[in-house]
């Protein structure tokens, strides 16, 4: 079975520091990765995408991601927070089903807090 | 952005109403979903959609119901509402252009709040 877990439910940082958020999964298939983001009462933006090309992802806003298949994570990194980085942050893999379809599945989400 | 309208944005209803979720996309893309989002669990599957008339079930279908009789629209009725169906609703929409290189991303409404009261 397919499964994402992100290992802290919430991370605190100051702002300007570095930001780490983990993510860990499971996936019988070579699968695709992706973080999400979401900011308090909106929909969910893409940071950024795996898909089998390079394993260093860069995204918007200065996020970037590694896909480690050998520790079967796909952590999101920032060098510098940034006040505005405050949200909720999903990371979610797509294995393939057998209708060719792609179900996301999304971990339970790491709420970051930046603080002054 | 993608053209995803969900409707209506926020419903108060009473338990054991019906209930109907629409999703309204312009973008043509195969694949719909419907999620349900609650504290603690990220985003649950409640059915999927991969064309016109079919569908399939997700994680966390009991007590939902989906149509699509169109491309744009998919629909979530609520057959019964309880109140353990309150939460937020988000629908997102996917097309897959082939693998290894499937651009499986989705893109999502904004989301019906729905209480249950």
């Known amino acids: 079975a397919q499964s994402v877990t992100q290992l802290d439910s919430h991370v605190s940082v100051s702002e300007g520091t570095p930001v780490l958020l983990r993510c860990n999964y499971s996936?019988?298939?070579?699968?695709?990765l992706f973080w999400y983001v979401q900011h308090p009462n909106k929909g969910l933006q893409l940071l950024l995408k795996?898909?089998?090309?390079?394993?260093l992802v860069k995204g918007i806003n200065g996020f970037e991601a590694e896909f480690k298949k050998s520790e079967t994570s796909f952590h999101l990194t920032k060098p510098s927070a940034h006040m505005s980085d405050a949200a909720e942050y999903f990371c979610v893999v797509t294995p393939r089903a057998r209708d060719s379809s792609y179900k996301l599945i999304f971990g339970s989400g790491t709420r970051l807090l930046v603080r002054p | 952005d993608a053209g995803i309208t969900q409707s209506p944005r926020h419903k108060v209803t009473e338990t054991g109403t019906p209930v109907t979720l629409r999703c309204h996309q312009t973008?043509?893309?195969?694949?719909m979903y419907w999620y349900r989002q609650d504290p603690g669990h990220g985003l649950r599957l409640i059915h999927y959609?991969?064309?016109?008339?079919?569908?399939d079930k997700g994680e966390v279908s009991d007590g939902y119901s989906v149509s699509r009789s169109k491309t744009e629209d998919f629909l979530l009725t609520l057959e019964s509402a309880t109140s353990s169906q309150t939460s937020v609703y988000f629908c997102a929409i996917s097309e897959e252009s082939g693998r290894p290189k499937g651009n499986t991303e989705a893109f999502f409404g904004q989301g019906t709040r729905l209480t249950v009261v």
């Open positions: 795996y898909t089998s090309a390079a394993t």
């Open positions: 959609s991969y064309g016109v008339k079919d569908t």
């Open positions: 996936s019988s298939y070579s699968p695709s």
């Open positions: 973008e043509n893309h195969r694949y």
